[in-house]
């Protein structure tokens, strides 16, 4: 049953004292985008990202760093396998229009260290093009965003360059831009050139 617009309020000041912040346990089961994480005698259902789910298995130990959404009719929890990638999703949930689903879904489609680096250049163009992000969301991530980015996130514009040109590539080959995406993510960044950037995500989707 939903909670009234008072009581709701009193539930979520009354949850705030008690946020689950970080939860260590085992997997009971997994889902598209959630895995259940049993924790003492309690399963707690953690959305979590696609890359997550995939490298995970039922039985297997699990730790995460926990963001709990307090809707009216529902508690959410998220989670991340470390703290800097929390507080990027948080960061995320500062700009206009986005709520913690469409947070989770931009960080499937782009690593926190490539979203900090086209962010904290304004270069909305590489976030729609290679991390796949809409054309005005990722305008309203750079504008929202950009002078909340440190110096220190600067990705070299070569990377930048570089992944533009293999995915532009990988598509004349005949690879999906999610292919090509997805492989692009794995590439260390000490790697800039587009021409060895392509060579080594080759390499990846050749292995599956």
């Known amino acids: ?7 709701q309020g009193y539930f979520a000041k009354w949850y705030d004292s008690r946020m ?21 005698a309690i399963g707690y259902k953690v959305g979590v990202l696609k890359e997550t789910v995939l490298r995970t298995q039922v039985g297997s130990p699990v730790s995460f760093w926990i963001y709990t959404a307090v809707r009216e009719d529902a508690l959410d929890l998220y989670g991340f396998a470390d703290e800097a990638e ?12 986005i709520g913690p689903k469409s947070a989770l879904g931009i960080l499937d489609i782009a690593s926190v260290e490539t979203l ?9 163009s590489y ?17 929202e965003l950009k002078d909340k980015m440190k110096a220190g996130d600067k990705m070299q514009s070569g990377v930048l360059r570089g992944d533009q040109e293999a995915l532009e590539a990988m598509r004349a080959l005949g690879y999906t831009a999610a292919e090509a995406r997805d ?26």
Do not use: C, W
């Not at 929390?86 to 229009?97: A, K, P, Q």
């Open 86 to 97: 929390l507080r990027f999703f948080e960061l995320l949930l500062t700009v206009s229009g």
């Open 1 to 7: 049953m939903a909670l009234s617009a008072r009581n």
């Open 183 to 208: 492989a692009l993510r794995e590439i260390p960044h000490d790697i800039e050139s587009g021409s060895d950037r392509l060579r080594a995500a080759l390499k990846l989707v050749g292995k599956k």
């Open 116 to 124: 900090r680096s086209a962010i904290s250049t304004a270069n909305a």
């Open 20 to 40: 689950i912040g970080y939860i260590e346990g085992t997997v009971k089961a997994a889902r598209e985008a959630h895995l259940i994480v049993q924790a003492g």
């Open 127 to 143: 976030l729609t093009n290679v991390s796949g992000i809409g054309k005005k969301t990722a305008e309203k991530i750079v504008l």
